[in-house]
């Protein structure tokens, strides 16, 4: 009996965990879903040297709210702009060779990165269910901030927004839901 109560909390703990998180995985994965369940894909740009990245991971990707939307509206990538993966994306394959293990700070950018032109860090880069680039936001965004491109980009409404003064009007009839953790 006691075995079952610890087993039963170890799930209920476990469970709520996992739920509370983003589900994050590598774009190779995320690509690799997409043949079996299309779903956009949001791809987090960056450095281990960006402080402004790890207020992110600090106080954006931790918003209740938004971890529920893009783990239901999206295949979630964390992806370090000067690492060492290797990313296979549109019949190439993308790496680092010039990474250097050695070298304190910041290091050479990644060749899918420079593909994806990232200049500044951080960034977020949004691709349709086929893998093709839709848009990239750049800065730090907080979850509320953030929220409007999520909500725009699942619900397709960005292919409506092609100019200055649409995207003007949609942030002006946007009504934002997330609350503040």
Not at 28 to 56: R, S
Request: glycine share 4%; hydrophobic share 35%.
């Amino acid at each position: 009996m006691f075995k079952t109560i610890v087993f039963s909390v170890f799930l209920l703990v476990n469970f709520g965990i996992s739920a509370q998180q983003i589900e994050w995985m590598t774009m190779n994965e995320a690509l690799e879903k997409q043949d079996d369940n299309p779903k956009k894909i949001l791809l987090f740009v960056y450095t281990e040297w960006c402080g402004y990245c790890h207020k992110m991971n600090e106080n954006t990707f931790v918003n209740k709210d938004l971890i529920k939307y893009v783990n239901k509206h999206f295949y979630a990538v964390n992806f370090n702009g000067e690492g060492t993966e290797t990313v296979n994306y549109k019949d190439f394959e993308y790496t680092n060779p010039n990474y250097d293990p050695n070298r304190k700070g910041r290091n050479y950018q990644h060749f899918f990165a420079d593909a994806l032109q990232i200049t500044s860090y951080p960034a977020i880069v949004f691709f349709d269910e086929k893998g093709n680039i839709i848009s990239p936001v750049k800065g730090y965004k907080s979850a509320e901030d953030l929220e409007i491109y999520l909500k725009m980009i699942a619900s397709d409404d960005y292919k409506a927004v092609t100019t200055a003064e649409a995207w003007q009007e949609y942030q002006a009839e946007f009504e934002p839901e997330f609350k503040v953790n």
